[in-house]
C-alpha cells in the first residue's frame, strides 16, 4: 500500500504543477475569472482521472511527459463538474476539498461562468497539437471526451440524479435499480471511462487493450460513486473535506439507499473484482492500475 501512495502521491503533485502551470495566471483580465478558475482547479483534490488516464498510457508503454497537459484537461473537466454541481440550485454545498465552495467566495454568476470556462479550456488543451500521435487518433480521443460528457453522458447523469430527487418515484425496485445505474454510470462512471480511453489513444493502446481499459473503466467508475455514496453516510465533513450525510438530507437515491450499505460493499467488491481482471489482461511494463483500483474501493475520502 505505501508503494501505491508513493506513487499517486507523486502523480498527484505531477498533475497539480501541470494545472497550476497551464491554467491562465491570475493577473489575465478579467482578473475575477482566472482567480476564480484558479481557485476551483488548485484547491486540492485527489486527481483520479488524470492518474487513471497517465496509468494506461503507461501500462501501453507511452512516456507520458508529452501528454500531461492533454491528460491534466480532464481535470478541468472533472471540477467544472464540481464547481456546477456545488450550485444552490444543484446540490447547495457551501463546502469543496476542505474550502468554501466557488459560489461562497465568487458568487453565483462567476461559478457559472468559471465552470463555463473550464469546461472550454478542457477541450483548448485537449486540441493542442501532440507531435508522435497521430492527428486523426487524438480527434478520435477529444470526440470521445465530448461524448462522455455531453448530455447522454455526464451531464444525463446529472439531470437524471436531480430528477429523480425532486421527483415521485417509481414503486418498481428493478425500475429504480436501473435509474440507479444509469444516474452513476453516467453521472461519475463515462468520465472515468473515457479518461482510461483518453490514456490509451494517446499511448498507443491496440484495440484489443482500448476494450479492456474501457471494460476496466467501467466497472472502477460505477465503484467509485458507489464508495462516494458510502462515504457520505460513513464518514465527517473534516476527512471528506465536502459536506457528510447529505445524500439522506437531500432525499439523493444513491446505492445504500437502495440496498443497503452491506449490499453496496459487496457490489463495490463484485466491481473491483472485475477492474483487476481487466487490469490484469492489460499487462504492460508498469502497470499501476490494479493497485489504483484497490485504492478506489478502500479509500476513506
Ligand atoms: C467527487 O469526485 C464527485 C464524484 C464524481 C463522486 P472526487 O472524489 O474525485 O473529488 P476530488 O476531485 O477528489 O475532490
Ligand atoms: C457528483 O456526484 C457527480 C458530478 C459532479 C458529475 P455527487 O453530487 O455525489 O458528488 P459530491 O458528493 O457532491 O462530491
Ligand atoms: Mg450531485
Ligand atoms: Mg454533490
Ligand atoms: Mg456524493
Avoid at 42 to 55: E, Q, T
Avoid at 158 to 181: G, K, M, V
Wanted: glycine share 8%; hydrophobic share 45%; aromatic share 4%.
Amino acid at each position: 500500500m505505501s508503494d501505491v501512495n508513493d506513487y499517486l502521491n507523486g502523480r498527484r503533485a505531477l498533475f497539480d504543477r501541470v494545472l497550476a502551470e497551464s491554467l491562465p495566471p491570475r493577473e489575465t483580465p478579467p482578473q475575477i475569472i482566472h482567480e476564480a478558475m484558479r481557485y476551483a482547479v488548485l484547491g486540492g483534490g485527489k486527481r483520479v482521472r488524470p492518474i487513471v488516464a497517465a496509468a494506461a498510457a503507461e501500462a501501453c508503454g507511452a512516456d507520458i511527459t508529452p501528454l500531461l497537459k492533454h491528460l491534466a484537461a480532464l481535470e478541468l473537466i472533472h471540477t467544472y463538474s464540481l464547481v456546477h454541481d456545488d450550485l444552490p440550485s444543484l446540490d447547495n454545498d457551501d463546502l469543496r476539498r476542505g474550502r468554501k465552495t466557488t459560489h461562497v467566495v465568487y458568487g453565483e454568476a462567476m461559478a457559472i461562468l468559471t465552470g463555463d470556462a473550464l469546461l472550454t479550456e478542457a477541450f483548448s488543451w485537449l486540441g493542442e497539437p501532440l507531435p508522435g500521435v497521430d492527428a486523426a487518433r487524438q480527434l478520435r480521443a477529444v470526440r470521445e471526451v465530448a461524448v462522455a460528457v455531453d448530455s447522454k453522458g455526464m451531464i444525463g447523469g446529472q439531470a437524471a440524479d436531480i430528477e429523480a430527487e425532486r421527483s415521485e418515484l417509481s414503486a418498481d425496485p428493478e425500475a429504480l435499480a436501473r435509474l440507479l445505474t444509469f444516474i452513476h454510470q453516467n453521472k461519475t462512471g463515462k468520465l472515468l471511462t473515457v479518461s482510461l480511453l483518453l490514456g490509451g489513444l494517446l499511448g498507443g493502446a491496440t484495440d484489443v487493450q482500448l476494450a479492456q481499459l474501457s471494460a476496466y473503466g467501467k466497472a472502477l467508475g460505477l465503484a467509485f460513486q458507489i464508495v462516494d455514496d458510502l462515504l457520505d453516510i460513513e464518514e465527517t465533513a473534516e476527512t471528506l473535506g465536502k459536506t457528510a450525510g447529505k445524500d439522506i438530507e437531500q432525499g439523493k437515491l444513491t446505492y445504500p439507499a437502495l440496498f443497503g450499505m452491506e449490499a453496496a460493499r459487496e457490489h463495490v467488491t463484485i466491481l473491483l473484482e472485475e477492474a483487476l481482471r481487466n487490469a490484469a489482461m492489460i499487462g504492460g511494463p508498469v502497470n499501476y492500475l490494479g493497485a489504483i483500483a484497490r485504492y478506489i474501493c478502500e479509500r476513506r475520502s
